[in-house]
T-cell receptor, first 117, second 114 residues
Framework: DTGVSQNPRHKITKRGQNVTFRCDPI?????LYWYRQTLGQGPEFLTY????????KSRLLSDRFSAERPKGSFSTLEIQRTEQGDSAMYLC???????????????FGEGSRLTVL | AQKVTQAQTEISVVEKEDVTLDCVYE???????LFWYKQPPSGELVFLIR??????QNEISGRYSWNFQKSTSSFNFTITASQVVDSAVYFC???????????FGTGTRLLVSP
């Protein structure tokens, strides 16, 4: 399967615990995005990388959240001291460099669902 | 600020009916892109169509067509002869100059029954 892969698909944790999600993008894509989606809502942008550089972070990304993309390949999203409000689907997407090649055409993974008890 | 509004929360149709999903957007930029994505029950968002702000020509691609009107800031999406497999949540999205991120609407759930 050469699509975007995310692990784990489901994570249940207790409040206050740390969790980490991994995303493996499509190999030839140099941009990688993280989005968060809560029930009944559209995805909300969290952050994105171009190669290993994190170029933009949303205000939604509090200091308990950290994302990395070492060597410009896979990425991890860590949430420290989880809160019940962190319960959501965390979506990863990748893409080619933007315009003029397919601007905005993101390829999404199936997401990692987090439940904080 | 950018905003995308999808007023229709859920639409139910019978197979073979045509269905139109509405999208209204707000942006201060003059250069932007509009998109429709589909999210089936598996959860993986799938890109469907894209339109840039300079091209208001409406197009048809298979059973999909779209109506982009800058004057009303609308980007509506039509599925012709709907099929059960079209059942999903459909998201309209906006990307401004630089295309660094997409702003999504809240989605419209489409249920197509046999």
């Amino acid at each position: 399967d050469t699509g975007v892969s995310q692990n784990p698909r489901h994570k249940i944790t207790k409040r206050g615990q740390n969790v980490t999600f991994r995303c493996d993008p499509i190999s030839e894509h140099n941009r990688l995005y993280w989005y968060r989606q809560t029930l009944g809502q559209g995805p909300e942008f969290l952050t994105y990388f171009q190669n290993e550089a994190q170029l933009e972070k949303s205000r939604l990304l509090s200091d308990r959240f950290s994302a990395e993309r070492p060597k410009g390949s896979f990425s991890t999203l860590e949430i420290q001291r989880t809160e019940q409000g962190d319960s959501a689907m965390y979506l990863c997407a990748s893409s080619f460099p933007q315009a003029p090649i397919n601007p905005g055409e993101l390829f999404f993974g199936e997401g990692s669902r987090l439940t904080v008890l | 600020a950018q905003k995308v509004t999808q007023a229709q929360t859920e639409i139910s149709v019978v197979e073979k009916e045509d269905v139109t999903l509405d999208c209204v957007y707000e942006t201060r930029d003059t250069t932007y892109y509009l998109f429709w994505y589909k999210q089936p029950p598996s959860g993986e968002l799938v890109f469907l169509i894209r339109r840039n702000s300079f091209d208001e020509q409406n197009e048809i691609s298979g059973r999909y067509s779209w109506n982009f009107q800058k004057s009303t800031s609308s980007f509506n999406f039509t599925i012709t002869a709907s099929q059960v497999v079209d059942s999903a949540v459909y998201f309209c999205a906006l990307s401004e100059t630089g295309f660094q991120k997409l702003v999504f609407g809240t989605g419209t759930r489409l249920l197509v029954s046999p």
